[in-house]
């Protein structure tokens, strides 16, 4: 995506996907839309498997 006189936006990362099923401490089969936030200096993943 290009926007304007600017370089892309948003580069997808060579090493895709970054968070999958055999990473998480529980059961599941797929991981959906994860998202990451520091929130006090502490850092948060969110997903939906």
């Known amino acids: 995506m290009v926007w304007k006189d600017h370089e892309e936006l948003f580069v997808k990362y060579k090493s895709n996907p970054i968070l999958t099923a055999e990473n ?15 929130v006090d200096d502490i850092n948060y993943i969110t997903d939906a498997c």
């Open 24 to 38: 998480l401490p529980y059961k599941a089969y797929s991981v959906f839309n994860p998202a990451a936030t520091i």
